[in-house]
C-alpha cells in the first residue's frame, strides 16, 4: 500500500508541475530531479517490503518542503506525503 500512496503523490507532484506557471526554472529543475531520484529509488528498493537504508533522498526531499513551505505550499504539502511513504517503504 505505501508503494501506491507514493505514485499517487508522485503524479500529483507531476501535475502539479504541469499546471503550474509561477515557478521558477531552478525550483522546477529541484523537483523533478527530485522525481526521479525517488523513482530509481524505487526501482532499486527491495520488492519484499525489507526497509533499505535512508539516505540523501530523504534528506533532499525534506530539504525542499522546507524550501517550498512558504513560496510554493502546494509542493510541501505533496512533497511531504512523498517523504511520508518513503519512510513507509524504508527508502
Known sequence: MPR?????????????LESEEQIG??????????????????DQADPSGKPTTS?????????????????HPKFAKILSSVSESLANLGI
Open 25 to 42: 526554472p531552478e525550483d522546477r529543475d529541484a523537483l523533478v530531479r527530485a522525481m526521479q531520484e525517488i523513482h530509481e529509488a524505487l
Open 55 to 71: 539516505g540523501p533522498l530523504s534528506a533532499r526531499v525534506s530539504e525542499l518542503i522546507e524550501e517550498f513551505e512558504t513560496s
Open 4 to 16: 501506491e500512496e507514493l505514485k499517487r503523490a508522485l503524479s500529483a507532484l507531476h501535475e502539479e
